[in-house]
């Protein structure tokens, strides 16, 4: 799944695809570079974001989503909003990705796709001082609780999400990713997103042994390597910024276990 933020300050891109043609562009690259979904969002949720007004969110996407889904790309929309999500849907959106997990009625009444992600509080709190007993077991609880929910509502397809770095420390998301296997055992197919995440921009400067964080565009490695991880671990998707690296990557990956 390659992303397109239309959005004038997401953590990573924020204003590079602000405009509309410019998005679309963006958009049909990554399908050329091999991405099967482009995820289109219009209101940043990175740490600290203040929500964006409907009306506004509405201006930033629905063009991007017509367009693209005109072209015969799989869109899905990033959004937290019903009516976000039912305009995107009526112009060609096949899947709600909802980082709230809160829209699964929604994907019902659409007939969409629905992935429920998980969430501590919300963006503007949810860094402040995460706290869990057990994070994979309550995780994998409120997602499994959350997508049999959207599937009792009709949503067509449920997928669950761990959402790294959503009210998650460093050892939080390492704990999540290092036991996805909880997650594929609740039988639901899993999306990850670590794509350009700050606790890879961590990691990184620890590799580097310096105290200097790389910016969000400087951390392909971490990137690429957590979403091989991730899909060798039994995730079905991967949400990613650098979609040609990570499909370079995956086929390195793919001949290797196709020869073992
Ligand atoms: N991460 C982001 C946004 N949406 N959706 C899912 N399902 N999983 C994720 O991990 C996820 C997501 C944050 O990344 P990005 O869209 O690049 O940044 P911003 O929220 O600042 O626009």
């Known amino acids: 799944m390659g992303v397109v933020n239309v959005t004038p300050d997401s953590f990573s891109d924020g204003g590079r695809f602000l405009d509309h043609q410019a998005a679309i562009a963006h958009g049909r690259s990554l399908v ?32 991007v989503v017509e367009a693209l889904s005109a ?28 980082v709230s997990a809160s829209l699964g ?48 509502a009709g949503a067509r397809e449920v997928w669950i999400d761990p959402g790294i770095g959503f009210g998650k420390t460093l050892d939080h998301n390492l704990d999540l990713l290092a036991n996805l296997d909880a997650l594929v055992a609740t039988g639901y197919p899993v999306l990850v997103g670590t794509s350009r995440k700050s606790t890879l921009g961590t990691l990184a400067a620890r590799a580097d042994r310096t105290a200097t964080v790389p910016p969000a565009g ?43």
């Open 32 to 63: 050329a570079q091999g991405a099967d979904w482009i995820d289109v969002g219009g209101e940043s949720t990175r740490p600290h974001a203040e929500p964006v007004p409907v009306d506004e969110e509405l201006r930033r996407v629905i063009p």
């Open 71 to 98: 072209d015969g790309v799989a869109v899905s929309i990033d959004t937290r909003k019903p009516p976000v999500a039912e305009a995107a849907v009526t112009a060609g959106a096949r899947m709600i990705n909802d």
């Open 105 to 152: 009625a929604v994907a019902g009444a659409t007939g969409a796709a629905f992935v429920a992600m998980h969430m501590l509080g919300d963006p503007r709190t949810m860094q402040a001082d995460p706290a869990y007993g057990d994070v994979v077991a309550e995780v994998r609880d409120f997602l499994v609780d959350r997508a049999d929910a959207a599937g009792a």
């Open 218 to 260: 400087d951390r392909l490695e971490g990137s690429v390597a957590t979403a091989t991880w991730s899909l060798l671990r039994g995730a079905r998707m991967v949400r990613v910024h650098e979609v040609s690296a990570t499909v370079r990557a995956l086929e390195a990956c793919d001949r290797v276990l196709a020869a073992a």
